[in-house]
């Protein structure tokens, strides 16, 4: 199964674009798909990947190509590959959801639990503690930006 150097799935990148773009939009040329091919540049995946990733999509029946001329043909969406592309944008859909809920609990709790320390310290300094809650509330967001990408 082809994966990227960041561990994702190319094939699935690869999917979510056919899927995107209609079908018909992206041919396959002559040959091997190039670096400069829309797939790949859509995509940010190299040529070879994206390459191995249509084969491996055409092995699984998720795509077909259509028109096959000596030009090359135009790859689209099998009904099978539809519904796999379609349950993927669900599941990464259902993950945003979540992982949205889950930082606002994050900010939720953080926010209780500094309001709890303040009770019990009140003379504690308000700038070392308003700049600790920053710190902190920046830190939950940056780790849900990681998440999400």
């Known amino acids: 199964m082809p994966e990227n150097k960041r561990g994702a799935c190319s094939w699935k990148k690869v999917l979510r674009s056919i899927y995107g773009h209609g079908p018909h939009r992206y041919g396959t040329g002559k040959g091997q798909i190039k670096d400069d091919h829309p797939l790949a540049k859509d995509t940010g995946l190299k040529g070879a990947d994206v390459d191995s990733s249509l084969i491996f999509l055409h092995e699984m029946q998720l795509i077909e190509y259509e028109g096959a001329n000596s030009l090359g043909a135009s790859i689209a969406l099998t009904e099978k590959g539809f519904n796999v592309a379609l349950e993927n ?19 939720a ?15 504690y300094n308000s700038i070392q503690f308003s700049v600790i809650y920053l710190v902190g509330i920046f830190g939950i967001y940056f780790a849900f930006l990681k998440m999400v990408r």
């Open 89 to 107: 944008e669900k599941i990464k859909e259902s993950s945003l959801l979540g992982s949205a809920i889950l930082l606002f609990t994050a900010m």
């Open 109 to 123: 709790a953080m926010t209780a639990a500094f309001s709890f320390v303040h009770e019990i310290y009140p003379n």
